[in-house]
């Protein structure tokens, strides 16, 4: 039971670049979730997945999109990264009771 | 809109030293108070959900308690690998989480 796990573990970007951050749980979770973590402001939600075939916007949706693959996966994906998405992202899946999150995917955008 | 506010926002501790760690909330339809811990370079780890005021957990040495407005995280007799950053978020009635910024928790030999 591997729980939530996320690749790349690290990766670096030139800026315009396209990349997408993988996503998977063996929990058989519902609902998914992608944030990311910045220096001063604490984890912000950028896209939820309340369950397979849907998908909504967080706190900081622009310049990502995500892709619910199925019940296990949830990609995200940037299609011209900039400097300012440089920050640790993570996803994470739900129960009714709690998230539980991947170890992270810290991705530099020069 | 929904606001967690953490406190302090770095704690430096004795081993042996009790104290707690602050949380204020106001979140619309609270579903949830949860309380994770988070190592450097690592995810939040999940430590406890609470769902009504009065409501306490514990789990070896920290004690979760919330009341309307507000949880504590307790930590009895510290050790060194007890520090952490400990994050507070709160779940609405939309199951989507805000998170306050964290206490950085240090406890020293």
């Known amino acids: 039971n591997a729980g939530v796990t996320q690749t790349p573990k690290f990766q670096v970007l030139k800026t315009g670049q396209s990349m997408t951050l993988q996503c998977a749980q063996d929990m058989n979770h519902n609902s998914m979730y992608w944030y990311r973590q910045d220096p001063g402001m604490g984890l912000r939600l950028i896209y939820y997945s309340a369950s397979e075939g849907t998908t909504d916007k967080g706190e900081v949706p622009n310049g990502y999109n995500v892709s619910r693959l199925n019940k296990r996966e949830f990609s995200l994906r940037l299609e011209s990264a900039a400097p300012s998405q440089t920050s640790v992202y993570f996803c994470?899946?739900?129960?009714?009771?709690?998230?539980?999150f991947g170890p992270g995917t810290r991705l530099t955008v020069l | 809109e929904d606001q967690v506010t953490q406190s302090p926002e770095a704690l430096r501790l004795q081993e042996g030293e009790s104290s707690s760690l602050n949380c204020s909330y106001t979140v619309s339809g609270l579903r949830g108070l949860f309380w994770y811990r988070q190592d450097p370079g690592k995810g939040p780890e999940f430590l406890f959900t609470l769902y009504s005021a009065g409501e306490e957990k514990e789990k070896e040495r920290l004690k979760a308690t919330l009341t309307k407005k507000e949880s504590f995280l307790h930590i009895t007799a510290p050790k060194p690998e007890d520090s952490a950053t400990y994050l507070c978020s709160g779940g609405g009635s939309n199951y989507k989480l805000t998170f306050g910024k964290g206490t950085l928790l240090t406890v020293n030999p």
């Open positions: 994470a899946s739900s129960d009714s009771e709690a998230q539980y």
